[in-house]
């Protein structure tokens, strides 16, 4: 108990920090991805043939790349072979890559999350918008999009929830954040390894179950019922 | 594209302007590309002295395919591991009995929410410094521990949900002909459920190989590791980097295709065993298989 307890004296504050890190990268990739995604998911439902392969190329190309070779790619090489800056300080030059990362990855997962909202659109509920004589976008913004964005809820909880774990790949981006603390803490306390992960591991239980449960909850609450 | 929900057919106007939206999205796509190629040009990454050493038997020996050896080796294990995994807790969590109910469901529940990297990071470390295994395993038994206990509780969730989805008369009919709740859910629900996870567990072996990357962290020689080896001993960290990028894309890409066929033949399965039997009792619904698309 003691040495636990000092260990939260020594690493206490560089958890919290670094944890804040996470829930930064998770907030700043989480809005980059989520338009992106949008964007990618209207490309694919799109009549116009190039859009919707680029936007299938997009998806099928980074939905099956390991986000370790991606973050590993910004250090590497957006960094290390063209010279990437797009901040000044060292540090925050490697979270802005680490963000480029996160959000190059998820965005393939939530344009599949939207687009399968999309999908759980009857069809149907378009031809009675079109009979009751709306044009395309009143019947896109006032029938479809809404039914569409309930649809999608559940499975964009799944990708966001996602999101806040593989901030933690960041470790391969060389960005500060928990689990290279994590790594520091067990390799120079290794007598009290398994309480260092349970704390570690109870800041993700933390964020994540409640995440999950109000993506539930509000998946559940907002159905379409049909 | 038929039966869009948003689209009607388009008329000459619509088709015109379709045209013109496909000639701008085709143009702005290929100006993209060569940008990429002369910005690669103007770096000098596209000198054949940089691809050279992937024409090499000796890099591929030495170097890549040891490394991809070694990436299936521990997807592969920890396939066969977290199913079993799988089976145990999604079965678990199915028990009426509060206590395996219990600890199955926080078991299950804890593991999902951990990120699989703080798993090996803790396993690689623990294990190699309390000398439970040699310090040169330390890292490859970290990556299977770690993708077989968050796979495997997504798979609990699986064979969970998959067992939902089951008509109740399933069930009912095992309890009737004298089964036990366990034996029921052994014999009759679960070979049932499997069929509808098919996709999403195939799904799931994507996850898992992707995520076999993450060994590189911990120093286990898989293919980004060996690759990343190839690249900073011939400086062509780019070129190596997306060699072994595309070598993941296309077992990928080929596992979800398998996923996306086993979907509509599961699909089609069940809405051709819906047509048929028509019985009292069970409403012949759409069809219920569960979706490839969000694994993440």
């Known amino acids: 108990m003691e040495a636990y307890l000092s260990l939260w004296e020594t690493y206490g504050p560089r958890m919290l920090e670094t944890f804040w890190t996470n829930i930064q990268l998770t907030f700043w990739a ?5 338009t992106l995604g949008a964007l990618l998911a209207l490309m694919r439902i799109s009549p116009v043939t190039s859009l919707r392969w680029v936007g299938a190329a997009y998806v099928n190309i980074f939905r099956n790349t390991p986000l370790t070779i991606i973050m590993t790619f910004g250090v590497l090489v957006l960094f290390g072979v063209f010279q990437v800056q797009i901040a000044d300080d060292f540090n925050l030059n490697f979270f802005r890559i680490a963000i480029i990362g996160l959000t190059v990855y998820h965005a393939a997962f939530f344009c599949e999350a939207i687009r399968s909202g999309v999908n759980t659109v009857p069809l149907g509920q378009a031809e009675a918008a079109r009979a009751i004589g709306l044009s395309f976008l009143p019947a896109a913004r006032l029938v479809i999009f809404p039914q569409a964005l309930r649809g999608s809820i559940a499975p964009m909880g799944n990708v966001l929830i996602a999101l806040i774990k593989n901030s933690t ?18 390799e120079f306390r290794p007598d009290v390894g398994i309480p260092i992960f349970l704390t570690v591991a109870a800041f993700f239980v933390i964020v994540v179950l409640p995440v999950g449960m109000l993506a539930t909850y509000l998946s559940k609450k907002l159905a379409v019922t049909r | 594209m038929s039966g869009s929900v948003l689209f009607d057919a388009p008329g000459p106007k619509a088709r015109r302007r379709i045209l013109i939206l496909n000639i701008i999205g085709a143009l702005g796509f290929i100006a993209l590309i060569v940008w990429v190629i002369s910005v690669l040009a103007d770096y000098g990454q596209l000198a054949p002295e940089k691809w050279t050493s992937f024409t090499q038997s000796s ?16 997807a592969a294990i920890a396939i066969f591991t977290s199913l079993a995994f799988g089976m145990i807790f999604g079965m678990g969590r ?3 009995n509060k206590i395996i109910n219990g600890i199955s469901s926080v078991v299950v529940e804890f593991f999902r929410a951990v990120p699989v990297l703080l798993m090996m990071i ?3 470390i623990f294990f190699g410094r309390m000398g439970i295994v040699p310090q040169g395993d330390a890292p490859f038994v970290a990556v299977v521990l770690a993708l077989t206990l968050y796979n495997g509780s997504v798979v609990a969730e699986l064979v969970r949900s998959g067992v939902h989805g089951l008509p109740k008369g399933q069930r009912e009919a095992g309890i009737a002909i004298g089964l036990t709740r366990g034996q029921s859910l052994r014999f009759v629900e679960v070979p049932q459920a499997l069929v509808a996870m098919m996709p999403a567990l195939l799904g799931q072996f994507v ?11 911990i120093n286990y020689n898989e293919l980004l590791f060996s690759s990343r080896l190839v690249g900073t001993g011939n400086a062509n960290v780019f070129q190596a980097l997306l060699v072994a990028a595309v070598i993941f894309i296309l077992i990928n890409f080929a596992l979800t295709s398998l996923a996306q066929w086993v979907s509509t033949r599961v699909a089609r399965r069940r809405a051709r065993a819906d047509a048929t039997d028509e019985g009292p009792g069970e409403a012949p619904g759409p069809p219920q298989t569960m979706g490839t698309t969000a694994t993440v």
Do not use: C
């Open chain 1, 30 to 34: 989480a809005i980059a991805s989520v």
């Open chain 1, 169 to 186: 790949v960041a470790m391969a981006g060389s960005v500060a954040e928990i689990s290279g603390t994590m790594r520091t803490m067990m």
């Open chain 2, 59 to 74: 890099t591929w020996q030495n170097y890549l395919l040891p490394g991809l050896m070694n990436t299936f080796k521990s």
């Open chain 2, 94 to 96: 199915l028990a009426h």
């Open chain 2, 122 to 124: 803790f396993f690689w």
């Open chain 2, 207 to 217: 996850v898992i190989l992707k995520d076999s990357a993450l060994g590189a962290i």
